[in-house]
Structures are given as structure tokens and as C-alpha cells.
């Protein structure tokens, strides 16, 4: 649950709020986003290796867009310990 609610978070604020994009794609991009936190997290990838050895899993991103969603995921974690403080 957590994964998809910041693959939703992320999609907001660096793709949809950059790009122009209908919902098909933002479905595609959430999917993306979604697996490359995945195998961030659970597999412990680094994204060099996601998209060379992942790239079907990522489709539509490219290189510089998984790096994008590897700082937001930073930013993330961040606002997640702050809120988990502020409790």
C-alpha cells in the first residue's frame, strides 16, 4: 500500500505537474514509478542496473527519469520520518 501511495505521490510532483499527459499515461508512468521503487526497496537494484537489466519494467521512463523518482523517494522518506516524529 505504501509503495503505490508514493508511486502516486511522486507521479504528482514530478511527472504530472512537468509533463503533459492523459490518463492511459499516467497509468503507464504510475506502473514505471511503481516498479522502480520496487526493486529499489525490496531488491535492492540500483538504478543503473534497473535499466539496463529492467528496462521493460520501467517503460516510459528512461535513465534520467528513474534517477528523478530515486530523489523524490528520498524526499519521501524524509517527509515520512518527519510525520512519523510529529506523532
Avoid: G
Amino acid at each position: 500500500v505504501e509503495l503505490n501511495e508514493e508511486a502516486r505521490w511522486i507521479l504528482k510532483r514530478a511527472f504530472v505537474a512537468t509533463m503533459s499527459m492523459n490518463e492511459e499515461e499516467q497509468t503507464r508512468y504510475m506502473a514505471a514509478i511503481f516498479n522502480v521503487l520496487f526493486f529499489l526497496h525490496s531488491s535492492d537494484m540500483e538504478i543503473p542496473y534497473i535499466t539496463v537489466y529492467k528496462p521493460d519494467y520501467v517503460v516510459p521512463l528512461d535513465e534520467k527519469q528513474c534517477w528523478t523518482v530515486f530523489m523524490w523517494d528520498s524526499k519521501w522518506y524524509q517527509l515520512s520520518r518527519q510525520r512519523a516524529l510529529l506523532r
